[in-house]
T-cell receptor
Framework: KNQVEQSPQSLIILEGKNCTLQ??????????LRWYKQDTGRGPVSLTI?????NTKSNGRYTATLDADTKQSSLHITASQLSDSASYIC????????????FGKGTTLSVSS | EPEVTQTPSHQVTQMGQEVILRCVPI?????FYWYRQILGQKVEFLVS????????KSEIFDDQFSVERPDGSNFTLKIRSTKLEDSAMYFC?????????????FGEGSRLTVL
């Protein structure tokens, strides 16, 4: 069964600290993996998109890594800010019908001052 | 910056009533989607739409749901007879083409509350 699992479920960090969020997936055959940021009550906003040939991609303070062999991805946030408080969702897409954008449950990040 | 817009932002309805959620995708986009997110749960795929027809739908998208693009700009989701469990945030999304991976743009969502 195609699944996307994220950990931790929630995370609290102090402003200025770094953190890493994890995503494991079983979607096969794999096409691409996306990280989205979703503020409470808002629509998801894309942070990064990676295909199987990409190992790392950065977007400002966000750096995503992908290991297609182990089917794992991480999202590293550097020098966190209060505005980083949100849900971070890992989304995986496969090549076959029925695998259009499978969403993880997300990691809820709270950044406190 | 172009964006996907959705209306209404919040709708409250009685069980059994029909609801239409509206979306205006980004103007030159060709692929359109509806997703839903029940409070506290993950985003779930409902349906994708291309060239004026459904290209893929999930098990959630049963006969109570329908989509159409009535006028070339709006993309609507209709729920014929709402149930309590239809209460959720509904997101519309669009993308320019099917080229992989392709950026997918989400609207801000329509919150549906069924009483």
């Amino acid at each position: 069964k195609n699944q996307v699992e994220q950990s931790p479920q929630s995370l609290i960090i102090l402003e200025g600290k770094n953190c890493t969020l994890q995503c494991n997936y079983t979607v096969s055959p794999f096409s691409n993996l996306r990280w989205y940021k979703q503020d409470t009550g808002r629509g998801p906003v894309s942070l990064t998109i990676m295909t199987f040939s990409e190992n790392t991609k950065s977007n400002g303070r966000y750096t995503a890594t992908l290991d297609a062999d182990t089917k794992q991805s991480s999202l590293h946030i550097t020098a966190s800010q209060l505005s980083d408080s949100a849900s971070y969702i890992c989304v995986v897409s496969g090549w076959q019908a029925g695998t259009a954008l499978i969403f993880g449950k997300g990691t809820t990040l709270s950044v406190s001052s | 910056e172009p964006e996907v817009t959705q209306t209404p932002s919040h709708q409250v309805t009685q069980m059994g009533q029909e609801v239409i959620l509206r979306c205006v995708p980004i103007s030159n986009h060709l692929y359109f989607y509806w997703y839903r997110q029940i409070l506290g749960q993950k985003v779930e795929f409902l349906v994708s739409f291309y060239n004026n027809e459904i290209s893929e739908k999930s098990e959630i998208f049963d006969d109570q749901f329908s989509v159409e693009r009535p006028d070339g700009s709006n993309f609507t989701l209709k729920i014929r007879s709402t149930k309590l469990e239809d209460s959720a945030m509904y997101f519309c999304a669009s993308r320019l083409d099917r080229v992989t991976p392709g950026e997918l743009f989400f609207g801000e969502g329509s919150r549906l509350t069924v009483l």
